[in-house]
């Protein structure tokens, strides 16, 4: 399973590096129909046999990693594995016994990390060669995210894709030779097992260990050298028009007219792409590729919502749909995808005026509310996809998730009145969701037939459609079906639930500020605000060292509800400073309690100084301290499941230079356009995010300035009527008439604008001249949407 929000790009690399003998690549989708694994190497690997071993029980004996707070770290606990956390102790291990470093890298809601530890890591003479040839490293991806992507882009470049669970083999001095994702134990007709890999690699570092080196030393030269990303002599960045119209024919070409979306299948949502679309369409709307783009956006976020990737009885999303259809997922639920989505929704809402969007928006925010919220006000990472069907069963893919016929219909027995023909609440039910007696998960999708016989909730038919076929009025069909998914949820709370994985990124909980900000700004719903003020509080409590100004990555869930750290703390990554940064100025917006934007350029000055580069304009993922002994130092460049902490930097560095005027700002976001320009020049559909950027910078960001009291009605009718127009180019800035006020301070020239009449008043304020006054909220709104 993956991340990802398509499948992984195939980097070519400098040195194309020999394989073992090997199928298809393993740790994307948990259905794929192939499960054989690919291993890469910058070395030709000599085949070898096959091998057996005997099953074994696990050895109930904890290791090293029971002193772990990652949930992930911690399901390794009882392998009998030798198993390091990442850290010198390892390196100096291997340094010292001159062995090579098995690094294995996941996270704990993975279907096929789970496959690979229950499979080959609780295995003893697996255990036994790990622990006695290998200095065996665990990693959880989303508290290291550096080490992943670094070992990421080396088995991409050195095979046909990546995902995880990722295994690489390391020298002592962390450089990869070989690399690869999910290993099946044994071998097979057309895959090579773990066993035998680590047999056949024990082997080669005893023969060739130093053309292994060698060739290791070539490929992250390599690397090296093709992940650079710098200015170079460039001045400035690309046409914003020319980078606009690439992205959007690249993604016009490759959108699914029937079921929306952007690929066959794995089908990822990428808020990303659809928030590049609503911004091309607000810049293009009088043209037919604007509308074209509205249409895109729009239509994909219906077939998602109608689909089984959505849960239509506890809402939210699931990770990624395994057809084109949006039908059957893998139902894993990501924090970061319910943050993005809820914008995007909220976003559909302001464009189109249709409810169906708010309420898809306000789903998603219930659940995160409901299930993956601390009582202090962080948020945690996932849900996993896995559980028991019933208590004590080996746990299954979705089943938490499906329904068979028999289920509901002796949940929802009640019958109909006044329909056409007799009909009970769950025939009612099971026809609009699409649910039959032999169920609707095409055995393709179900290679280990998990799912026989269930049933996926997905809307066939329209309300509309729905009420015609039996008779009955449209309110009454939706009464029915909201009351019969609220029974199947009843129901559905007594079955073992899936794994919590309680930890708390920072980036992620940054992400959600902004779903409960902005969602909460356009509905003009106070207690959604609420939410994001206390995921705010929490991040500022618990995720900050006042001290040196850093954030903390990670914190943990402790006994009785408490908020734990691991010692030495996980400090902050380049995305956790972008993704909060840009959660407290939503939350400015939404709240407008400056104390957010103060803290935004304080974290803003601090990502500044630990990750900027300097000499090649744009930000490095990591410390240049926190990353020492890693053979690369990268900057993000694609925007996939979550967007790229540079793409995101730039719109922060826009807004920030909105709302204080200081021009350093201004040009860190051309260098870093510039810096990314060949980039977007080659693959524009691959960083949406950063040519949405692009625009912003060659366009007039609007000032909106609200001169009122906060508190007072006519303030926040001005308000809620910019909060009402999708305008993604602005700044929302209140002036309460404090000379003295962090924002006064900022831009004096706020210090000019009048209440007019002793009513709060609206200005808009571009290229340093303002509008004419206005305070009619329907004014403003002519005004800012032509």
């Known amino acids: 399973m993956s991340h990802l929000s398509s499948p992984p790009k195939k980097h070519k690399g400098e040195h194309k590096g020999h394989s073992l003998p090997h199928g298809s690549e393993r740790g994307s989708s948990s259905r794929d129909k192939d499960r054989s694994a690919t291993v890469s190497s910058s070395v030709p690997m000599p085949a070898g046999g096959k091998g057996s071993h005997p099953s074994s029980t696990p050895q109930r004996v904890p290791n090293r990693l029971i002193h772990e707070k990652s949930p992930y770290l911690l399901q390794h606990a009882y392998n009998p594995v030798d198993w390091y956390p990442w850290g010198q102790e390892a390196f100096d291990k291997a340094k010292k016994e001159n062995k090579p470093i098995f690094l294995s890298v996941g996270y704990s809601t993975c279907h096929w990390c789970h496959m690979m530890e229950e499979e080959s890591f609780q295995n003893e003479e697996i255990g036994r060669l790990l622990s006695e040839d290998f200095v065996s490293v665990k990693v959880d991806r989303e508290e290291r995210p550096d080490v992943d992507k670094v070992y990421m882009t080396f088995v991409q470049a050195t095979s046909s894709g990546g995902g995880w669970p990722m295994n690489v083999w390391l020298t002592p001095n962390l450089q990869p030779f070989v690399g690869g994702t999910y290993f099946p134990p044994e071998d097979g007709l057309t895959r090579v097992g773990f066993r035998t890999v680590l ?189 028991p069907p019933e208590r004590g069963m080996r746990p299954k893919e979705g089943a938490y998730y499906v329904w068979t016929v028999k289920e509901v219909q002796q949940l929802l027995p009640e019958p109909v009145l006044g329909a056409s023909e007799p009909l009970t609440s769950g025939q009612l039910l099971m026809k609009h969701y699409g649910l039959t007696e032999a169920g609707n998960i095409s055995p393709s999708q179900d290679p280990k037939g998990e799912l026989q016989g269930q049933n ?257 009605k006519d303030t926040k009718a001005l308000v809620q009527c910019v909060h009402s127009v999708y305008i993604p180019n602005k700044v929302l800035i209140l002036a309460d008439g404090d000379p003295s006020s962090f924002l006064s301070r900022q831009l004096p020239f706020l210090s000019t604008l009048r209440r007019l009449e002793d009513q709060a008043t609206a200005y808009v304020c571009e290229n340093q001249a303002c509008s004419m006054p206005i305070t009619d909220p329907c004014e403003l709104r002519k005004l800012l949407h032509p």
């Open 456 to 712: 996926v909730l997905t809307v066939r038919y329209s309300l509309e459609l729905t009420a015609a076929r039996f008779g009955l009025d449209v309110e009454a069909v939706r009464t029915l079906l909201n009351t019969g998914l609220e029974k199947l949820f009843q129901a559905r709370k007594h079955r073992p639930k899936p794994h919590l994985d309680s930890k708390m990124l920072a980036a992620w909980n940054g992400l959600m500020v902004s779903g409960y900000a902005v969602t909460g700004a356009v509905l003009g719903q106070d207690r959604l605000i609420n939410y994001a003020t206390n995921g705010a509080k929490f991040l500022k409590r618990h995720m900050f060292d006042v001290a040196s100004g850093r954030l903390m990555r990670t914190c943990y869930t402790g006994s009785g509800g408490t908020v734990e750290h691991s010692n030495p703390p996980c400090w902050g990554f380049l995305e956790d400073y972008a993704f909060v940064v840009r959660g407290l100025l939503d939350l400015y917006e939404a709240s407008q309690e400056s104390a957010w934007l103060e803290w935004a350029l304080r974290l803003q000055d601090t990502q500044d100084r630990l990750f900027w580069d300097s000499q090649g304009g744009g930000y490095f993922c990591s410390e240049a301290e926190l990353g020492a002994g890693l053979p690369l130092r990268l900057k993000d460049d694609q925007d996939g499941a979550e967007p790229s902490a540079n793409s995101v930097s730039a719109h922060n560095l826009l807004r920030l230079h909105g709302f204080t005027g200081h021009k350093d700002w201004m040009e860190k976001c051309v260098c870093l356009l510039t810096a990314f320009s060949e980039r977007m020049r080659r693959v524009p559909v691959a960083l949406p995010e950063m040519v949405r950027a692009l625009s912003a910078q060659q366009q007039t960001l609007k000032q909106i300035v609200i001169c009122g009291d906060r508190q007072a």
């Open 199 to 387: 047999l056949r690699i024990r082997e080669q570092w005893k023969q060739n260990k130093n053309s292994l080196l060698e060739n290791s030393q070539r490929v992250t030269t390599a690397l090296l050298a093709r992940s650079e990303i710098s200015m170079g002599d460039r001045q400035l960045p690309p046409s914003a028009a020319t980078m606009n119209n690439r992205c959007f024919q690249q993604l016009d070409e490759g959108y699914d007219e029937e079921y929306g979306g952007f690929a066959e299948a794995p089908k990822f949502p990428t808020p990303v792409i659809l928030s590049f679309l609503f911004s091309y369409w607000l810049s293009h709307r009088l043209t037919q590729d604007g509308s074209r783009a509205q249409q895109m956006a729009l239509h994909t976020l219906k077939m998602m919502a109608n689909g089984g990737i959505r849960d239509h009885v506890g809402q939210g999303f699931h990770r990624y749909s395994t057809d084109c259809q949006w039908h059957v997922p893998h139902f894993e639920k990501m924090l970061y995808d319910q943050a993005q989505l809820a914008v995007a929704y909220s976003q559909a809402f302001q464009i189109s005026g249709d409810e169906f969007y708010s309420d898809v928006a306000k789903g998603i925010l219930q659940y995160v509310a409901r299930s993956l919220s601390h009582r202090s006000g962080g948020f945690y990472s996932a849900e996993d996809a896995d559980s």
